[in-house]
């Protein structure tokens, strides 16, 4: 069972072009999480999605990033007209249910986003 | 809102001895979940060990052990028998009901002498 995949693994984008990082979950998980680390910090909750709904996007910033978990396909978080700031690992979990104890949440290996 | 404190930024053990890394937590719920994760410079987020809140006895996975101090909101990580293997960021995290994300710490480095 493969686990959680990100790709690409390393992104490279000239401060005002788009980025698009892609996340399929482990198969049988349709609960999507996506979390941004910054450097020397922790990892900080973005936005929760279930297929096609988003539960929760209380940590996305309001402008510029948006995501997706389409009925078909791999959930993408997109961020138009990157910044400088947007440098970071940006990382994708997955779990069957909505994360618990029983239901702990699997992760990917992360994008890093290189903004120059 | 609930916060995650790792007091320590990096610690330092010899192979084959016992470290602690250290965790508080601030929350006014009383039923919520508590996570270790490792990550290795690959960078990839393994789960070490969980907890449930409401269960007093501290869970043990081989090496890895907690003191989970429910009073005192607090959650360390204890490693015997340290291994070259087990460096690494270690992130403790805290689940509650009331939110649907897991909430990190900064994480601890830790480094292990040969």
């Known amino acids: 069972n493969a686990g959680v995949m990100q790709n690409p693994r390393h992104l490279v984008r000239r401060r005002g072009q788009e980025a698009r990082l892609r996340c399929s979950p482990m198969k049988g998980h349709s609960h999507v999480y996506w979390y941004r680390q910054l450097p020397e910090e922790g990892l900080k909750f973005m936005v929760y999605l279930q297929k096609e709904n988003i539960i929760d996007e209380s940590g996305m910033p309001k402008e510029r990033f948006s995501a997706e978990f389409p009925k078909e396909g791999p959930s993408i978080l997109r961020i138009q007209q990157v910044v400088r700031g947007d440098s970071a690992a940006y990382f994708c979990a997955s779990s069957p249910g909505q994360g618990t104890y029983n239901s702990p949440l699997h992760f990917g290996n992360g994008t890093r986003l290189t903004v120059t | 809102a609930q916060t995650v404190t790792q007091s320590q930024p990096e610690m330092s053990v010899q192979e084959a001895e016992t470290v602690t890394l250290s965790c508080t937590y601030d929350?006014?719920?009383?039923?919520?979940?508590l996570f270790w994760y490792k990550q290795p410079p690959s960078r990839q987020m393994i789960l070490v060990i969980r907890q449930e809140a409401y269960k007093q006895q501290n869970a043990t996975e081989n090496r890895f052990s907690v003191n989970f101090q429910k009073a005192a909101k607090s959650f360390s990580l204890k490693i015997s028998d340290s291994q070259l293997g087990d460096a690494a960021m270690y992130f403790c995290a805290y689940w509650g009901g009331s939110q649907g994300n897991l909430i990190f710490g900064k994480g601890t480095k830790l480094s292990v002498k040969p």
């Open positions: 929350t006014s719920e009383s039923d919520y979940y």
